[in-house]
């Protein structure tokens, strides 16, 4: 997976809590990857935000060893080299919704996370599915279990008032761009002597 990952799954979510919320008749909605700020959104509700607060290298999937790649030139030729071991990022967001009706902010933020976890797997999508193609490129989606006392570090951070929200981590792989070129060995001469 290339570099514009991140962007790309961020869309494919944002896309799929759209659809999901029109075609279950929740019209009208806009989901934005915005940072929470009642004042800011006023003019945009109602809406429903999947916003990227954080990223972290994942420590438990951390790949090491570089591995051998296959491939060919312009001209046809197969030629190998090694590439250096991908990165494995933890994407944190946050889900939470806006609106001037507070049944609307909870009807709004139940059916994403209902979308959401069954849609768990998305690497599946359609937007994503080219992005996945070896096992170990797999996206996965779970949601967080945040603590009372970290939300509340959280919407001090913004310095907004709390609100209902869920919080995920999408784990996703990015290809490293450093190769090690290296030619097998073709041809092998033995030099065997007799000593006298």
Not at 159 to 184: D, G, H
Request: with cysteine; proline share 4%; aromatic share 8%.
């Amino acid at each position: 997976m290339n570099y514009n990952i991140i962007q790309s799954v961020t869309t494919s979510v944002l896309k799929l809590l759209k659809d999901d919320l029109k075609r279950n008749n929740i019209k009208g909605v806009e989901c934005l990857n915005r940072q929470p700020n009642a004042q800011k959104l006023a003019d945009k509700m109602p809406c429903g935000l999947f916003y990227l607060y954080g990223i972290s290298e994942n420590q438990e999937l951390k790949e090491r060893d570089p591995y051998q790649v296959r491939d060919k030139d312009a001209d046809g030729n197969t030629y190998e080299f090694l590439r250096e071991a991908p990165i494995k990022l933890d994407l944190n967001y946050l889900l939470c919704a806006y609106a001037e009706d507070p049944d609307m902010e909870h009807k709004i933020l139940g059916r994403c996370i209902l979308t959401l976890y069954d849609n768990s797997e998305l690497s599946k999508l359609g937007d994503l599915k080219e992005l996945a193609r070896h096992p170990s490129d797999r996206i996965g989606l779970r949601m967080l279990p945040i603590s009372r006392e970290e939300q509340v570090r959280f919407w001090s951070s913004l310095q907004e008032a709390m609100r209902p929200a869920a919080f995920y981590e999408i784990t996703v792989r990015m290809e490293s761009e450093r190769q090690r070129k290296f030619r097998r060995v073709e041809e092998r001469v033995l030099d065997i002597r007799q000593k006298e």
